[in-house]
């Protein structure tokens, strides 16, 4: 707030003759108050330092290893290929489908009053009664009980 008030000026109060504009003129450091010039260098000189700590520290040597293990786990590794590159092609026709879809001119904006209604319709179907979300987890469990194969 400091800064836009060393930076507001106000235009004459005498109209200009025709063909000549004058620039405002440029606040000068005696005419703003001492307080918002010290605010102001206070704020710039504001640093964030990052600290190491033995508890937020990961080791690469340790995060690397671990992979290596999961990989030499893995029994059928073109499968895992195949799926990760799948997964990487398919990522790059979204990308590119909703880069058409945006370039038509009224399309983006319908798109945002659909997924802005399904998401009202979530919200009342789902998440607002108590009887409702209690069916969502145990809808939400299934899926995982399925996925896993444990059922």
Same mark, same amino acid.
């Given at each position: 707030?400091?800064?836009?008030?060393?930076?507001?000026?106000?235009?004459?109060?005498?109209?200009?003759?025709?063909?000549?504009?004058?620039?405002?003129?440029?606040?000068?450091?005696?005419?703003?108050?001492?307080?918002?010039?010290?605010?102001?260098?206070?704020?710039?000189?504001? !640093? =964030?330092? @990052?600290?190491? +700590?033995?508890?937020?520290?990961?080791?690469?040597? $340790? &995060?690397?290893?671990?992979?290596?293990?999961?990989?030499?786990?893995?029994?059928?590794?073109?499968?895992?290929?195949?799926?990760?590159?799948?997964?990487?092609?398919?990522?790059?026709?979204?990308?590119? !489908? =909703?880069? @058409?879809?945006? +370039?038509?001119?009224?399309?983006?904006?319908?798109? $945002? &009053?659909?997924?802005?209604?399904?998401?009202?319709?979530?919200?009342?179907?789902?998440?607002?009664?108590?009887?409702?979300?209690?069916?969502?987890?145990?809808?939400?469990?299934?899926?995982?009980?399925?996925?896993?194969?444990?059922?």
């Amino acid at each position: 707030m400091a800064a836009t008030a060393v930076l507001m000026h106000r235009f004459p109060a005498t109209k200009p003759s025709a063909g000549f504009f004058p620039l405002p003129q440029r606040p000068s450091l005696s005419s703003t108050p001492f307080n918002q010039l010290k605010e102001t260098r206070r704020s710039s000189q504001l !640093l =964030v330092k @990052a600290s190491s +700590s033995d508890e937020s520290s990961i080791d690469t040597n $340790e &995060l690397f290893s671990d992979l290596k293990e999961k990989w030499d786990a893995v029994e059928n590794k073109t499968t895992v290929i195949i799926y990760g590159g799948g997964a990487i092609v398919a990522v790059w026709l979204a990308s590119t !489908l =909703v880069g @058409a879809v945006n +370039s038509v001119p009224l399309l983006p904006k319908i798109m $945002e &009053l659909v997924g802005l209604g399904y998401t009202g319709w979530f919200v009342y179907r789902y998440l607002l009664f108590k009887q409702s979300r209690k069916e969502l987890a145990t809808d939400i469990e299934a899926i995982k009980k399925k996925i896993a194969g444990s059922e």
